[in-house]
């Protein structure tokens, strides 16, 4: 049963991951035109994951049928060993009202927790198989290494003084540095000082090596050879794929930092993010979508930069920011950031910037110029225009005849905005109302249901289980007339015990047919009745409901579906555990 939850598990958890992908990329979805395509995919996953179940739901058959009919089957084996035992003894008072609910009590005592525990077995299996997965996770490994700084010690762990250790190579070093990905060397023989407050600029053809030396230079690549001395006071990164969280703009771009109204500030107007929050209805109280989905790519972009700068770590490592920004954005915010008197020269922040803007190359401190993983030049701008570098093969596609004027000098309209930019009060009552809003279910809801699983399995799970249910109540009541009975003969006695036995049987039978048709027939038809009508509806949802909505989407809408299909029987056998209570 373990490796089969295992298979369930692996299935449920591919389509959850992309059923919350496709859900916070639905607008590139609609616009390649993939609707039927994706929904065809999803349906697909999710008709996968309940094939992969059907193994389980055969175990959880008989175990919910045992479970169900135990007090059953213990009653009919009590009162008929009894019986007969009293018959050899030649005893003709056999059962009265006396032994019968004192007997029933001590039964019911003993079979309702038994029951609890067998109905339990599948779910603690699935919690030890999804545990396993976790645990099989967690010992793949970390990226992150061992720090250098630290030095072992009998007494325990002795820090090294920061100051001291940075005098020697300043914000990071690289001497002969090699590094790689999953065991496949990608940079080589990379040599780099650089000093505190620097900005350096690498620039290179697509596929050069740019990315991945500065996933190097943040610890996310593994050192093959060389060494590699980083900032030990942190690193701040902005990646070419933007990672937004589903929150409003001050909460991406303060983090779990203490918010400092006068920094913050400073950092909007330095990415152009005023005139933005404007426009928003709730100003940086916006929430922004799963991804960012209600922003424009430029937005993302200053978004994560304004992020980065915010924590005020003493290294910047940018990569491609600029890319997907217009040209007065792009002025705007390399004169504010990078420019002279920008924010990270006035903070003695260390900038390392990869980008395809080569116009931009005269302002830096420091040029490197990568190829096939290697650096090939690095120096100043005019020592590598001394070695006649021709800077336009690295530039991007686009016409750098606007841009080649002082970024320095632009629009002032937004510089008083720091001092007079007025924050909006979050709407805290929304969250509240849509909270509200939510109701537990209707007759419209059951309707919906209904007409999902379709009024034939309806019809039959509820003859079924009315007959296991009014059968389990007959054998009490059978009990009942065995003890009022006036008839103490043996033949009455005998005949007594067939017909318990008798009902006994059919009750099983009942019991057996139900959870066989709940699990075999009616889970499977509405667990994929049922995400189908809302994967239609997600795919034809308009696209300012999907933007406003998207986290709910991410968040309710993968374990919804979860829910109305193994999830079922988890709901489903209560009603027999508040029968039998009863």
Known sequence: ?????????????????????????????????????????????????????????????????????????????????????????????????????????????????LMVVLQLIPTLQLCLSSLERIENFLKKGSVQKEEPNLRLSEEGVELLSLHGHGKHYGALLMKDASF??????????????????????????????????????????????????????????????????NLSVRENIVGEAPFDESWYKRVLWSCGLFQDLREMKEGDHTLIGSKGISLSGGQKNRLSLARAIYARKPILVIDDMLAGLDNATEKLVFSRVFGRDGLARTSRTTVILATHATHYARFSDQIIVMSDGRIIQQGTYQELVAKNVDFHKYASNEDTSTKDSDPSVTDETDTVLEDSFEFLNPETHDSEEDDASRQAGDRKSLFFFMKAVGYMHITIHFITLSAAIGLTQIQYFW????????????????????????????????????????????????????????????????????????????????????????????????????HHAC
């Open 479 to 578: 009990l009942k007339w065995w003890a009022e009975s006036h008839d103490r003969s043996k033949s009455g006695t005998i005949r007594q015990i067939y017909l318990f036995i008798i009902v006994t049987l059919v009750n099983v039978l009942a019991f057996l047919v139900t959870y066989g048709h709940f699990l075999m027939w009616f889970m499977p038809k509405v667990s994929l009745n049922l995400h189908a009508r809302q994967l239609v509806a997600l795919m034809r949802a308009k696209f300012s409901i999907l933007a406003s909505m998207v986290s709910c989407l991410q968040e309710h809408y993968p374990s919804n579906v979860s829910k109305i299909g193994l999830g079922c029987w988890i709901h489903n056998k209560y009603i027999f555990a508040r």
């Open 180 to 245: 790689a990905i999953d065991n496949k060397s990608l940079l080589f023989n990379l040599n780099l000082q650089c000093e505190n407050g620097t900005f350096i600029m690498v620039i290179g053809k697509v596929g050069s090596g740019k990315s991945v030396f500065l996933r190097s230079i943040v610890g996310e690549t593994d050192l093959c050879s060389g060494t590699f001395k980083p900032s030990l006071s942190g690193t701040a990164y902005c990646d070419q794929q933007v990672w937004l969280r």
């Open 1 to 113: 049963m373990k490796a089969r939850q295992l298979l369930y598990g692996a299935a449920t958890q591919k389509r959850v991951t992309t059923t919350s992908y496709i859900a916070g990329n639905m607008k590139g979805v609609r616009m390649l035109g993939l609707s039927q395509t994706v929904l065809h995919m999803l349906t697909q996953l999710r008709e996968a994951e309940v094939a992969a179940s059907i193994y389980i739901r055969k175990i959880l058959l008989w175990v919910l049928v045992v479970s169900n009919v135990m007090f059953q089957l213990t009653t009919v084996a009590t009162y008929v060993t009894f019986a007969v035992m009293m018959l050899l003894k030649g005893q003709r008072n056999i059962l009265d009202f006396n032994r019968l609910y004192g007997s029933l009590s001590a039964l019911k005592l003993v079979g309702s927790p």
